[in-house]
């Protein structure tokens, strides 16, 4: 493949991702579990992405971006909970030739370490740190370590090319 066609495959792929990862936040949004103390948002399943691409990187960064803005994030959530993702997608890719198990948790950690400073001080949500951090902790164990982890199985097992 050259390197303009290479180049169009990765913005590509990073774009589908992007999308996707809005769509299911959306779909949380209206569930009304996206967001808040409580988020169980089925997009972060896609933590696992960056072990088939590194598109996933940025594609992932991007859709929560996206996704913190429509949700109407403020300022600090928006560029904070976007952060974490990217810092969770960019762990996971170190981790893609370790276990499928090992890939979810830099996401996992960077959410419960990141977002319940957000919720604390920038929206002034009551309640206390480690709290948060459990509430956010389980909500991202259960769609990015359960969800995901299933996800990346799937998928490997039908060998779907990235």
Request: charged share 10%.
């Amino acid at each position: 493949m050259n390197n303009r066609k290479s180049k169009t495959a990765f913005l590509t792929k990073s774009a589908v991702i992007a999308a996707l990862y809005v769509v299911l936040t959306e779909i949380s949004a209206i569930l009304g579990i996206s967001s808040g103390v409580i988020q169980f948002r089925l997009s972060e399943m896609f933590a696992v992405l960056p072990i088939f691409t590194p598109a996933a990187i940025p594609g992932l960064f991007i859709g929560c971006l996206i996704s913190n803005i429509l949700a109407g994030g403020i300022f600090w959530d928006v560029v904070f909970g976007s952060l974490a993702s990217l810092i969770g997608a960019y762990g996971a890719w170190l981790l893609r030739k370790k276990s499928v198990y090992l890939v979810p948790v830099p996401t996992i950690l960077a959410n419960m370490i990141i977002v319940p400073f957000v919720l604390r001080f920038a929206y002034g949500f009551e309640g206390t740190i480690p709290f948060f951090m459990l509430t956010v902790g389980l909500g991202e164990f259960v769609c990015a370590g359960i969800l995901g982890v299933f996800l990346a199985k799937t998928l490997k097992k039908h060998k779907v090319d990235f």
